[in-house]
């Protein structure tokens, strides 16, 4: 592998907003002790260790915990990067309507701190009482991102562009979610105790074994498409709030195996739909529209669609 160009940044010649502020391609850009900003900076191709570095950086040894830093990445345009290190305050704030944050495709290794914030631009309108489509994911923009493995305890993604972002066995207690794009992504075997997603597109996403809460808010929620599995053969439960959660669009519907949905609060009678494979246990009262789609396949011919292409408000992964 061709190796990058350093670059150190600290307080003293820390990046500011300037159009200047572009790195080009396959930089290692090193933040020192302090506060740094690498707000309105592009990044392609590039790896950024984060915390004073005592050996060789690609090691990832780091000083202790009292010399990580904040990074500003307000406005910021990053793509295929690498965020190695702990990042106690990391700020991806859009800097205006015009100057959004762009994180594409990039990942975040050892990557540990408390909130975080990746706001939006375009405000959700409080309280959330049913879907916003033209609100949805109109923040900072950090689809196929991935969070594999992190600590985001308590990290405002609200209205944040997450599409495709892999969340696996991550922990996101006390996430707040609200109105974010969460289509196609990976909860698989994470942590969504606590953790607000109300009003938030979760099409076709995977929560398979994902720990939830009580306190878990889907409320509102687009959950068209959405994966409820445990493969282990064994029940596994979920708990949380689903008062106006939209469990089906047209042929579409939230897919379940071995799942145990009777801790759940807020649903009411034929409000749940969803496909299986194996069995689901529903709270005591609530109608469920099941319908064995394996068995389906086997015993009708494929319906004609009736939907115009393009027609569909949701878009492609909705």
């Given at each position: 592998?061709?190796?990058?160009?350093?670059?150190?940044?600290?307080?003293?010649?820390?990046v500011r907003p300037k159009p200047q502020a572009e790195y080009g391609a396959k930089k290692l850009i090193i933040?020192?002790?302090?506060?740094?900003?690498?707000?309105?900076?592009?990044?392609?191709?590039?790896?950024?260790?984060?915390?004073?570095?005592?050996?060789?950086?690609?090691?990832?040894?780091?000083?202790?915990?009292?010399?990580?830093?904040?990074?500003?990445?307000?406005?910021?345009?990053?793509?295929?990067?690498?965020?190695?290190?702990?990042?106690?305050?990391?700020?991806?704030?859009?800097?205006?309507?015009?100057?959004?944050?762009?994180?594409?495709?990039?990942?975040?290794?050892?990557?540990?701190?408390?909130?975080?914030?990746?706001?939006?631009?375009?405000?959700?309108?409080?309280?959330?009482?049913?879907?916003?489509?033209?609100?949805?994911?109109?923040?900072?923009?950090?689809?196929?991102?991935?969070?594999?493995?992190?600590?985001?305890?308590?990290?405002?993604?609200?209205?944040?562009?997450?599409?495709?972002?892999?969340?696996?066995?991550?922990?996101?207690?006390?996430?707040?979610?609200?109105?974010?794009?969460?289509?196609?992504?990976?909860?698989?075997?994470?942590?969504?105790?606590?953790?607000?997603?109300?009003?938030?597109?979760?099409?076709?996403?995977?929560?398979?074994?994902?720990?939830?809460?009580?306190?878990?808010?889907?409320?509102?929620?687009?959950?068209?498409?959405?994966?409820?599995?445990?493969?282990?053969?064994?029940?596994?439960?979920?708990?949380?709030?689903?008062?106006?959660?939209?469990?089906?669009?047209?042929?579409?519907?939230?897919?379940?195996?071995?799942?145990?949905?009777?801790?759940?609060?807020?649903?009411?009678?034929?409000?749940?739909?969803?496909?299986?494979?194996?069995?689901?246990?529903?709270?005591?009262?609530?109608?469920?529209?099941?319908t064995n789609r394996f068995m389906e396949a086997r015993e009708t011919q494929p319906k004609v669609a009736q939907?115009?292409?393009?027609?569909?408000?949701?878009?492609?992964?909705?």
């Amino acid at each position: 592998m061709e190796k990058p160009e350093s670059l150190k940044l600290n307080p003293v010649n820390a990046v500011r907003p300037k159009p200047q502020a572009e790195y080009g391609a396959k930089k290692l850009i090193i933040l020192e002790t302090g506060d740094a900003s690498l707000a309105g900076a592009t990044l392609n191709q590039s790896y950024v260790l984060g915390g004073h570095i005592d050996r060789d950086p690609m090691n990832t040894s780091f000083a202790p915990e009292t010399e990580h830093i904040d990074v500003l990445l307000s406005g910021a345009h990053i793509d295929g990067s690498t965020f190695i290190g702990h990042y106690p305050g990391l700020n991806a704030d859009a800097l205006d309507d015009h100057h959004p944050t762009v994180i594409h495709n990039s990942r975040f290794i050892r990557l540990e701190g408390q909130g975080y914030r990746f706001q939006t631009v375009v405000p959700i309108n409080q309280p959330v009482t049913k879907i916003q489509p033209k609100a949805i994911g109109k923040g900072a923009n950090l689809s196929r991102a991935n969070f594999r493995q992190a600590d985001l305890t308590g990290t405002d993604f609200t209205g944040c562009n997450l599409e495709s972002t892999n969340f696996t066995a991550a922990n996101l207690t006390g996430c707040n979610f609200t109105g974010a794009n969460l289509a196609k992504c990976s909860f698989n075997g994470a942590n969504l105790s606590g953790a607000t997603l109300v009003g938030a597109s979760l099409a076709k996403t995977d929560f398979s074994s994902t720990v939830t809460s009580a306190e878990t808010d889907f409320s509102h929620a687009y959950m068209a498409g959405a994966r409820f599995y445990c493969l282990r053969g064994e029940k596994f439960a979920y708990l949380g709030m689903f008062r106006g959660t939209i469990f089906a669009h047209g042929e579409k519907r939230i897919d379940v195996a071995n799942a145990d949905f009777s801790q759940v609060s807020g649903l009411v009678n034929g409000q749940f739909a969803c496909y299986y494979k194996s069995d689901v246990i529903l709270p005591a009262g609530v109608e469920c529209l099941s319908t064995n789609r394996f068995m389906e396949a086997r015993e009708t011919q494929p319906k004609v669609a009736q939907t115009t292409p393009g027609t569909d408000a949701w878009g492609e992964g909705f």
